[in-house]
């Protein structure tokens, strides 16, 4: 689906879009939707910089969590792994600025994944 020339990715815990795609980083827009989680993940060729927009959520790195809200930034580096979770009751919207040498989807190594995707 294509919204003002952004096309819309949907997947089964909600949807993004891409802002900006070049070749040393790539940003996107995340919606979460309500009780619904990211699989457990780590990247080989690119590090993450999260940052929230709106709503609340739980982001697991490594061995740690951390609550997630409007304002916070969280940095997750290339090769730990991560996901996130949005326990509430309305969508959790949040911007991923990805830098590497590398974007693609299959840079997706899953451990635990809610939708058979692992």
């Known amino acids: 689906m294509k919204d003002n020339g952004i096309e819309t ?7 993004y879009v891409v802002l900006a795609d070049e070749p040393d980083h790539k940003v996107k827009r995340i919606v979460v939707d309500p009780g619904q989680r ?56 949040f911007i991923e600025i990805q830098r590497g040498d590398y974007f693609g989807e299959d840079d997706i190594e899953r451990r635990e994944d809610d939708y058979g995707r692992s």
């Open 9 to 15: 990715q949907h997947r089964p815990w909600g949807h």
């Open 38 to 93: 990211l699989s457990l993940q780590r990247h080989e060729r690119r590090s993450e910089h999260w940052f929230a927009v709106s709503g609340r959520a739980v982001v697991s790195r490594d061995d740690e969590e951390i609550l997630f809200a409007p304002g916070d930034a969280v940095d997750i580096p290339q090769g730990v792994w991560h996901r996130i979770r949005n326990p509430g009751q309305a969508s959790f919207v």
